[in-house]
């Protein structure tokens, strides 16, 4: 369970969002609204321990995030958190065995353990058999697949996923919000920033950060 308390960012004098009390639950999708500038990707960022916010404090299954030294927040991060970008974050220039590669190191897979669970996240996000494709000869919808297929091995217990389907045609983004869903559906909580109604709408929670704009 993801859960914060009275949380504020400002940059100077200019505060995004303030008094944020959530609490996400495990298994659900959550999304996260709000025109762009309002301070979703911060809050992600927050979230992932990439940014401090300025006031207020994350809880994810009762550990303080913020205030996290550094080691246990690069521990956390390795353990526990899956990013989702809408530009996939993956190594174009490598192939995709190599991308998911990674992850399957840190969870301590090698050998055929390591071939079976990387045959296996293909298979689910629908590229089975293309292990030694170059990311970069990929469409856009499959370079996602594989981002998710990265997380799929990584099984983290919190995904951030920030605009994930913004470059995806429909179909795409059925099969992004339907895999994140099996996420979910394994334990995982799921926090998705979006500007897509259909996607928001697929969600089991709306979080509309404008809500808590000062003005
Ligand atoms: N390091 C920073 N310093 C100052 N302002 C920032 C910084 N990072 C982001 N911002 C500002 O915070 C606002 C929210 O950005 P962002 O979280 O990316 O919004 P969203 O994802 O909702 O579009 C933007 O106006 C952006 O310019
Ligand atoms: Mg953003």
């Keep these: 369970m993801l859960e914060t308390r009275d949380l504020t960012m400002a940059y100077g004098e200019r505060t995004l969002w303030s008094g944020l009390d959530l609490t996400l639950k495990p298994g659900a999708l959550t999304a996260l609204t709000g025109p762009s500038g309002s301070g979703k990707s911060t809050l992600l960022n927050c979230m992932g321990l990439?940014?401090?916010?300025?006031?207020?404090?994350?809880?994810?299954?009762?550990?303080?995030?913020?205030?996290?030294?550094?080691?246990?927040?690069?521990?956390?991060?390795?353990?526990?958190?899956?990013?989702?970008?809408?530009?996939?974050?993956?190594?174009?220039?490598?192939?995709?065995?190599?991308?998911?590669?990674?992850?399957?190191?840190?969870?301590?897979?090698?050998?055929?353990?390591?071939?079976?669970?990387?045959?296996?996240?293909?298979?689910?996000?629908?590229?089975?058999?293309?292990?030694?494709?170059?990311?970069?000869?990929?469409?856009?919808?499959?370079?996602?697949?594989?981002?998710?297929a990265r997380l799929l091995v990584k099984e983290p217990s919190l995904v951030l996923a920030d605009e994930p389907t913004g470059a995806l045609d429909q179909g795409n983004t059925a099969t992004v919000v339907s895999l994140l869903r099996g996420m979910a559906q394994g334990g995982a909580c799921v926090v998705i920033a979006t500007h897509d109604d259909w996607v928001r709408d697929q969600c089991d929670e709306i979080v509309s950060v404008d809500d808590y704009v000062a003005r």
């Design 50 to 148: 990439l940014e401090k916010p300025t006031g207020g404090e994350i809880y994810f299954d009762r550990r303080e995030l913020t205030g996290m030294r550094s080691g246990a927040a690069r521990r956390f991060r390795r353990d526990h958190l899956g990013y989702l970008f809408q530009n996939y974050a993956l190594v174009e220039n490598a192939s995709i065995a190599q991308n998911l590669d990674i992850a399957l190191r840190a969870r301590k897979r090698r050998g055929s353990a390591a071939r079976a669970a990387l045959s296996e996240s293909l298979e689910r996000v629908g590229l089975a058999g293309r292990e030694g494709e170059r990311v970069s000869r990929l469409s856009g919808g499959e370079q996602q697949r594989v981002a998710v």
